[in-house]
């Protein structure tokens, strides 16, 4: 009997595992339903306190009086508790605008930072992320009219161990700061707080004196309801319009609806910041969540920090060869007449001006023109050689070039020779054209080389918005910075198709990929990309792609189509009318030579990124060499030499001062050009008048003898072909051009030159 029981509680202490397992098991699940019912009542009772305080007691009787404080502590005392927990739903962009603000300040000495309406401290929370409070501020000062809020503040900053954050019960309209702060604020916020100011006007005038002119900005993030119509008049002050117009039935809903807790969102408050700031950054956004609801992130700075720069910038958009008053210039850029414009009118200047960066030249965004493009550009790659323009112009450091930006690949080559051309100036009149290009140099400028590896060797990456917000946005213009901050996280996913998979040129990869699908050669494709020898590159494209790939059927339905000649390679019918055999005759002689000229897999990025849809280290164009990404690190970067211009040749040409280039490159874009009208006229008279004596033009055609060259010899160029096809022979490493010219201006003779 002793026996059995003892067995019995030897039993006991040593379980079965089965029973130990179950233990667990059970014990786990009672702490997890214990936490979530904790999370579910927590969770319950903040929204529970939102809803009554938002939704049902504005519709009830107050007994809180009216006046300035009294009003929002009776909204904000039943929420103090959860309000941090309640608002991120509905307080979009937050965190996005003090990451913003972060990335633009000058962090070369501690900073002073006024958080306006700062509430509960969490701005001050999230700061600490981007930028250590106590290490790199020398003083924060939260204002707030709820005494409820300031409350938590102060217990939040005391967990913190916050020493140098002062919060204030003060109202946003009178408050003090000491004397040594007053026009030494380096940053100033309003996180949706100018929104429940009714005095908005006497706030912001209210700050506007505590802000260090020189360096000093202010950034607002808040609930508004812009129009189109309420920018007229001032449209190049705002940075950039892309989704700022907000239709009428959300413009009037949620106006409507946000009045009834004193919310308001109306357009003069933002107005009233664009109207005495200049704005550096300007982003349009809305939360789809909750129905739409329109909100936007701006920072801005002193409207006068830029004056000293009108002259400077003008002459570097223009190479006006001076150094006088301003108004003694023969040649203004439109920036330099906006800017005029505007100080007349007691406005900002343009944006533009506000840039840390002056890479891209003023445009009027308005402009009709621009519509064609729909937002979106047409070459995420550039198709001609850089390495032939380069061989055949002998590029010195002396020399003013003016190209086509197309994706800017092309720029960024001859930027990055020994001794890179003074100035570089990029024409495009597709803005997405630009901002593209932008984008490249704001890459080379502040990224690590890995990172601008994966965003254009790869044209993906996995963090785009927070290099796009926290390192690339302070380079970047404003009207460049919306369109990224609305494309890009699509473009560059790293789950998605990647950059070179956008724009117009993506069918050149897609119908490449579908050509060899149907023709059957995809695996050989793959094989080509991987040769290590000519011999072995030509055994597989004679043999193995050329035959399928040209038989009867493909051709006819593909390579040979005028819808392919367009769709996949950018030939427009002007240009095509220009070939001198047919469609398939000419592809045919356009690639049968290429496979025996160099190594596709390590010396032609431009058919490797058409067949892979992405580049290699070894095969990539020059900017996204690690030499180059070094070179343009230097003090003297190559990166300063180049200008965006977004507008048409001509009136590029019309506003640079004449004799100002050496060098223009102007690719085959007059092929597209109709002999009948007076496009070629136009456009080679411009080109005389802002080229030097002895200027050059580079061209490209389809046509080994393209019918405008009598055009530029009519007016005093001497033209000769620098290089024309021939069967089984390349001019170039795409070949994709039937020859290449180079016009020369002949210096005009004078009278005494003559011989009676």
């Known amino acids: ?256 609806w946000f009045e009834l807790d004193r919310v308001f969102l109306d357009p003069a408050r933002r107005d009233y910041l664009e109207y005495k700031f200049g704005t550096i950054k300007s982003l349009n956004c809305s939360n789809r969540l909750l129905g739409n609801i329109p909100y936007y992130i701006w920072i801005g700075c002193d409207k006068d920090r830029s004056s000293l720069l009108l002259h400077r910038l003008n002459a570097m958009a223009t190479e006006s060869p001076y150094l006088a008053p301003a108004s003694s210039v023969p040649v203004k850029s439109k920036g330099y007449e906006r800017a005029l414009e505007n100080n007349k009118k007691h406005l900002p200047y343009p944006s533009i001006y506000y840039q840390r960066e002056v890479w891209r030249v003023y445009y009027e965004e308005s402009n009709p023109q621009y519509a064609q493009f729909k937002d979106q550009y047409i070459y995420a790659f550039t198709w001609e050689d850089p390495r032939e323009d380069i061989k055949i112009l002998n590029l010195k450091p002396s020399d003013v070039v003016l190209a086509i930006t197309s994706a800017g690949d092309n720029l960024l080559s001859y930027a990055s020779i020994e001794k890179p051309p003074r100035r570089i100036h990029g024409v495009d009149l597709n803005p997405a054209q630009n901002h593209l290009c932008e984008l490249k140099l704001a890459s080379l400028r502040c990224l690590k080389y890995e990172e601008v590896w994966k965003l254009f060797g790869l044209g993906k990456v996995e963090n785009f918005e927070e290099l796009l917000f926290s390192k690339l946005a302070p380079q970047l213009s404003s009207n460049s910075f919306q369109y990224w901050a609305k494309h890009g996280p699509q473009i560059f996913d790293i789950k998605g198709k990647g950059l070179y998979d956008t724009g117009f040129t993506r069918w050149a990869l897609r119908l490449a990929k579908y050509v060899f699908k149907i023709a059957g050669v995809s695996d050989t494709i793959e094989e080509l990309l991987t040769c290590k020898s000519l011999e072995e590159q030509k055994f597989l494209w004679e043999s193995k792609i050329k035959p399928p790939i040209f038989n009867p059927v493909v051709s006819k339905m593909l390579v040979g189509n005028p819808i392919f000649l367009w769709k996949a390679l950018g030939v427009p019918p002007n240009q095509a009318k220009m070939m001198n055999s047919s469609i398939l005759t000419y592809v045919v002689d356009t690639l049968d030579p290429i496979v025996g000229r160099s190594l596709i897999s390590k010396d032609n990025y431009f058919y490797y990124l058409t067949l892979r849809g992405r580049y290699s280290p070894t095969n990539c164009p020059d900017y996204l060499t690690k030499q180059t990404f070094k070179k343009m690190h230097e003090k003297q970067s190559p990166l300063d030499n180049i200008r965006l211009h977004t507008d048409t040749l001509n009136d590029v040409f019309e506003r640079l001062a004449s004799g100002s280039l050496t060098v223009a490159i102007i690719m085959d874009h007059m092929d597209w050009f109709d002999p009948k009208k007076n496009e070629a006229q136009s456009e080679v008279e411009h080109l005389k008048k802002c080229l030097c004596n002895g200027g050059r033009v580079l061209l490209r055609s389809i046509s080994k003898e393209p019918w405008y060259i009598k055009v530029f010899e009519e007016n005093g160029f001497h033209c000769q072909a620098a290089a024309v096809r021939v069967k089984r022979m390349t001019i170039d490493r795409t070949n994709m051009y039937a020859s290449a010219w180079v016009c020369t201006k002949i210096p005009a003779r004078r009278v005494s030159d003559l011989t009676i």
């Open 1 to 256: 009997m002793s026996s059995a029981i003892g067995d019995h509680f030897i039993s006991l202490a040593n379980p079965e595992p089965w029973v130990s397992q179950t233990t667990v098991v059970i014990t786990g699940l009672l702490l997890m339903l214990t936490t979530c019912l904790v999370w579910f009542n927590q969770t319950v009772r903040s929204l529970t306190l939102f809803c009554w305080a938002c939704f049902f007691k504005p519709f009830a009787k107050n007994d809180h009086g009216n006046s300035h404080q009294s009003a929002p502590e009776s909204f904000y005392r039943s929420q103090a508790s959860i309000y941090d927990s309640s608002r991120g739903v509905l307080l979009k962009g937050r965190e996005k605008a003090l990451q913003l603000a972060a990335s633009h300040l000058k962090k070369s000495r501690k900073l002073v930072w006024i958080d306006v309406g700062g509430g509960t401290g969490y701005n001050v929370e999230i700061m600490n992320s981007l930028l250590p409070i106590t290490s790199k501020f020398e003083k924060v000062i939260v204002v707030d009219l709820s005494i409820s809020l300031c409350e938590v503040a102060k217990q939040r900053f005391e967990k913190l161990g916050f020493n140098n954050v002062e919060v204030l019960v003060a109202d946003a309209c009178d408050f003090l700061v000491p004397e040594k702060y007053m026009g030494n604020v380096d940053l100033i916020t309003f996180s949706y707080s100018l929104s429940m100011i009714p005095p908005f006007h006497a706030a912001v005038d209210h700050i506007l004196p505590m802000l260090n002119k020189e360096i000093g900005i202010i950034c607002s993030v808040d609930f508004g309801v812009q129009t189109s119509a309420t920018s007229i008049g001032r449209t190049n002050t705002l940075g950039g319009s892309v989704n700022r117009h907000v239709p009428w039935v959300f413009r009037t809903f949620w106006r409507a």
